[in-house]
């Protein structure tokens, strides 16, 4: 079992940047793709982006593409997304997730952090 914990969350102003993290516990997170995705009030969870268990392989929403950056790493049990560029529209409830897969299904996610607000001011 994996337990999943975010942080680096916030305000920030459009056209700025923040770096969540994401803090497993579980000798078994390095087999794991982890993925990162979003919720927005009044909307759906959506896929953000997701990294194979190595770490060699990141797929992105087109939304984010360019601007949101995933990495991980596997002797800290860590997994990153960076995210740039901010926009308004990017504000929602941001979490990572272990799955066993490396997909942008939510399905397909068996573990589920509780979430880091980011909020992008215009």
């Known amino acids: 079992q994996v337990q999943l914990v975010e942080s680096g969350g916030g305000l920030v102003q459009a056209g700025g940047s923040l770096r969540l993290s994401c803090a497993a516990s579980?000798?078994?997170?390095?087999?794991?793709?982890m993925g990162w995705f979003r919720q927005a009030p009044g909307k759906e969870r959506e896929f953000v982006g997701a990294?194979?268990?190595?770490?060699?392989?990141?797929v992105y929403a087109e939304a984010v593409k360019g601007r949101f950056t995933i990495s991980r790493d596997n002797r800290k049990n860590t997994v990153y997304l960076q995210v740039n560029s901010l926009k308004p529209e990017d504000t929602a409830v941001y979490y990572c997730?272990?799955?066993?897969?490396?997909?942008?299904?939510?399905?397909?996610?068996?573990?589920w952090g509780r979430g880091t607000q980011v909020t992008v001011s215009s």
């Open positions: 997730a272990a799955g066993k897969a490396f997909t942008n299904n939510t399905l397909d996610y068996d573990y």
């Open positions: 579980g000798r078994t997170f390095s087999s794991y793709p």
């Open positions: 990294i194979n268990w190595r770490g060699s392989r990141t």
